[in-house]
């Protein structure tokens, strides 16, 4: 298919522009780098870096959707590694597309409610660049962090300054430990995120509040593999996950 009706499409579907000016996200989302015209292979990935577009090119992909892409504001001289990664997009004839904030707030394909839903989740409400719910019982602390391992298959560090038992939880993929004071306002017992930091780490303790870091990378796999699924869906493009984890 043509690069511009896919382009158009996800726009629409993601609502990038839209998405991208409300949340003021410094990520250019949309086209990045444009490649060939026409579209006959996806690549999905988490990160648009050297490994991965080596990867991209290897499995003949020509349309990269990343979550993490190339520009993130600001003037950025195209040098040194910045340089490489385009000149191997170019060289490889590789679309890239690149879709941040909008992904992570989606309500169908975005990393937050897929991992709200598989933690089973209900009467999911926007909570900063997430969602919050509630469980339909209260769960065992290290029950969750079971369950993040097996859905993320990163082993999880858990924080407890809160209950044993949770009910409702905040899911904030990435990196939004700060979020840790807004999450217990909101009424969470947990707030569920990719990376922790040290700043956030006596807060949480001194508000009684529960965190669980399942990794930034891991948590942030589930909005490209969706989407890249619901295209093949609409369009019938085979697509690949071009896989390089972070351990972090």
């Known amino acids: 298919m043509h690069r511009d009706i896919l382009v158009r499409w996800l726009d629409e579907f993601l609502k990038s522009r839209e998405i991208t000016k409300q949340l003021r996200d410094p990520s250019l989302n949309g086209l990045q780098v444009e490649g060939r015209e026409q579209v006959h292979k996806i690549g999905a990935a988490v990160d648009a870096a050297q490994a991965t577009i080596d990867k991209a090119r ?5 349309f990269m959707i990343v979550h993490h892409g190339l520009f993130w504001g600001g003037d950025m001289p195209v040098v040194g590694i910045h340089k490489r ?6 060289q490889g004839g590789i679309n890239l597309y690149a879709s941040h904030l909008p992904l992570d707030v989606h309500p169908e394909v975005g990393n ?8 089973g989740l209900q009467n999911l409400e926007p909570f900063e660049v997430g969602f919050i719910g509630n469980l339909f019982r209260p769960h065992a602390l290290s029950e969750i962090g079971d369950r993040l391992g097996q ?3 990163m082993q999880c560090l858990i924080h407890q300054g809160g209950p044993n038992e ?6 904030v993929s990435g990196s939004a430990s700060d979020y840790v004071a807004q999450a217990k306002a909101a009424g969470a017992e947990l707030l569920i995120t990719g990376e922790p930091k040290h700043q956030n780490f006596h807060p949480t303790f001194e508000l009684g509040m529960n965190a669980i870091y399942a990794g930034h990378y891991d ?5 490209v593999k969706a989407l890249a699924e619901r295209i093949e869906r609409e369009f019938g493009l085979p697509w690949v996950f071009l896989e390089h984890p972070t351990g972090l």
Do not use: C, H, S, W
């Open 151 to 153: 859905i993320t298959g």
């Open 112 to 119: 937050n409610a897929l991992i709200a839903q598989a933690l």
């Open 85 to 90: 990664r385009l000149e191997a997009l170019f």
């Open 166 to 171: 949770v009910t409702r939880v905040a899911v």
């Open 219 to 223: 948590t942030e796999t589930f909005g």
């Open 58 to 62: 290897e499995q003949g992909v020509d």
